[in-house]
């Protein structure tokens, strides 16, 4: 009997050891707890979702700096999730933020031609 009880104990801590991070309603401990989420990255995240919350990942992207496509990765593979969904295989396209702009590779090549 006592086998079964701590089995099943065990069984459920190994299920709430590997439960998803929900970005949009954890706290800071919980942010920290995603391995590479250090007090810095949770300060930003949540000041982030103090504007609203976050709708994919390609959103907390674009507002939360430093996380780009290799640390969501991570930050996926160890349990946070965007509305309930992990870091899509592929990567997710990166939304900038207003007033950020970004070159184009055509014109990323035009500068280089007259250089």
């Known amino acids: 009997m006592f086998k079964i009880i701590a089995a099943a104990v ?7 050891a590997f439960a998803a991070t929900e ?6 401990a919980e942010l920290e707890a995603i391995k ?5 990255m949770a300060t930003r995240i949540l000041d982030a979702r103090k504007t ?6 390609a959103d907390l992207q674009g507002r939360v700096k430093g996380v780009g496509d290799g640390n969501a990765r991570k930050y996926s593979a ?3 999730t965007v509305n309930g969904q992990a870091y899509p ?3 997710a396209a990166v939304v900038k933020a207003k007033g950020k ?7 990323k090549v035009e500068a280089k031609a007259k250089s």
Do not use: C, M, R, Y
């Not at 065990?10 to 709430?16: C, D, E, G, H, V």
């Not at 970005?23 to 800071?28: D, F, G, H, I, L």
């Not at 609203?52 to 990942?57: E, H, L, P, V």
């Open 36 to 40: 590479g989420i250090g007090p810095s």
């Open 78 to 80: 160890d349990g946070l």
């Open 89 to 91: 295989v592929g990567g």
């Open 101 to 107: 702009h970004e070159k184009t590779p055509a014109k």
């Open 52 to 57: 609203g919350t976050f709708n994919n990942w």
């Open 23 to 28: 970005v949009n309603k954890a706290n800071q």
């Open 10 to 16: 065990l069984a459920l801590a190994s299920a709430a």
